[in-house]
């Protein structure tokens, strides 16, 4: 059976105008797009550039990378503390969910940024839950997540459906989650979607739930843009009832068509102004 998806309202703020205070001076602008030093650009995940890598071969959340090997930083020492600090895998597991989800606010990009779509880092959002002012969307709270985890010693992955981005965690014998996952022939693993005040770890809501889910495992590697992502990601499989088609490709559609559209709209906004 396919876990269907969790799928987040995507509420586009069209007029809202880029604010240069919102780029930091470690990012570069290249052909309307935001670029970091190593060379990944932010404002995009698809694409062998992107910050997901999506493409029509499958998806490497290379932005991960950034804050794991010879990169560890604010939120994989974090991780390390939890793992010191409980014993118990359950109660370890939850304590970094609910730290994440408590000291971060669920804010749009366009919002935050003035870009349809611009992803953080796990360092960089460690860094503003330090300053007490941390917001971020879907692929922020699950790219420190599973940083966090990865640190404290789990088995974490980087999960995709239509619109949506959140993490998992093999949690075996965890009781608390509303739905069993299976994820590359094995079960245990947990659904971590942090973007909502009440949620507890394990919850996503079965009304939303359709199609299939992409993950990919993190592993400690080094930080390289690889042509061809794949090898890693697979079909992550739950109680849901299956369809008989694979939504990833409409994945692809959706992250491409809805920031084109939202630059259209942006245009001609300023065309109305001027």
């Not at 010693?153 to 459906?161: N, Q």
């Not at 080094?222 to 990601?233: N, R, S």
């Amino acid at each position: 059976m396919k876990i269907k998806t969790i799928s987040l309202s995507l509420v586009w703020l069209i007029c809202l105008a880029l604010s240069p205070e919102a780029i930091s001076q470690n990012f570069y602008q290249k052909n309307g797009e935001i670029y970091d030093l190593w060379g990944i650009c932010r404002t995009r995940p698809q694409g062998f550039d992107g910050y997901f890598q999506v493409t029509e071969k499958g998806f490497r959340p290379v932005i991960a990378f950034e804050s794991l090997g010879s990169n560890t930083d604010i939120a994989y020492r974090w991780g390390q503390e939890f793992l010191k600090q409980y014993p118990d895998s359950h109660q370890r597991a939850e304590k970094i969910y609910t730290f994440v989800r408590d000291r971060v606010r669920y804010t749009q990009d366009l919002s935050q940024f003035g870009y349809p779509e611009f992803a953080q880092n796990a360092d960089e959002l460690a860094g503003k839950i330090q300053e007490g002012n941390a917001q971020g969307d879907c692929e922020d709270y699950a790219v420190l997540l599973a940083t966090m985890y990865k640190a404290a010693g789990y088995r974490t992955a980087v999960v995709l459906v239509p619109g949506h981005a959140a993490a998992l965690v093999y949690l075996p014998g965890y009781q608390k989650a509303n739905t069993s996952l299976t994820f590359n022939e094995e079960s245990g693993w947990v659904w971590a979607e942090a973007t909502g005040r009440n949620n507890p770890l394990g919850w996503y809501p079965q009304k939303a739930l359709q199609g299939e889910a992409f993950a990919y495992e993190i592993e400690i590697e080094d930080l390289a843009l690889k042509a061809e992502p794949g090898g890693k990601i697979a079909q992550v499989k739950g109680k849901s009832r299956s369809l008989s088609f694979s939504p990833f490709f409409f994945l692809l559609f959706i992250m491409w068509i809805l920031p084109m559209i939202s630059r259209i709209f942006m245009i001609k906004a300023r065309r109305r102004r001027t």
